[in-house]
Nanobody
Framework: QVQLVESGGGLVQAGGSLRLACAAS????????MGWFRQAPGKEHKFVSA????????YYEDSVKGRFTISRDGAQNTVYLQMNSLKPEDTAVYYC??????????????????WGQGTQVTVSS
């Protein structure tokens, strides 16, 4: 059974930085894509960023381009999200997700097979 374990969330002031990490475990786990989604209070689940495992192609939601950077460590089955210049509107629960295969589009929640428990990111003004 595949598990995704997240870490790195917390409380920061506007303009600060955080780095989220998501470690994937499982004997037969071999992701096609890993990514991050977020959900603010009372808001919908939204795509943030994703990376393909073999090629390292990256994808970003428009509001985080230039501020967030996604990366992966294949040997450790870990994906990271470096978040710089954080804004109060970045406040949300951040979820790590993994897709075993390509299905439709990387920004769709329905493309992913496994999910982490979520980690809270709070940015104060």
């Amino acid at each position: 059974q595949v598990q995704l374990v997240e870490s790195g969330g917390g409380l920061v002031q506007a303009g600060g930085s955080l780095r989220l990490a998501c470690a994937a475990s499982g004997r037969t786990f071999s992701p096609y894509t890993m990514g991050w989604f977020r959900q603010a209070p009372g808001k919908e689940h939204k795509f943030v960023s994703a990376i393909t495992w073999s090629g390292g192609s990256t994808y970003y939601e428009d509001s985080v381009k230039g501020r967030f950077t996604i990366s992966r460590d294949g040997a450790q089955n870990t994906v990271y999200l470096q978040m710089n210049s954080l804004k109060p509107e970045d406040t949300a629960v951040y979820y790590c997700a993994a897709a075993r295969i390509f299905r439709y589009k990387v920004t769709s929640q329905n493309d992913y097979d496994y999910w982490g428990q979520g980690t809270q990111v709070t940015v104060s003004s």
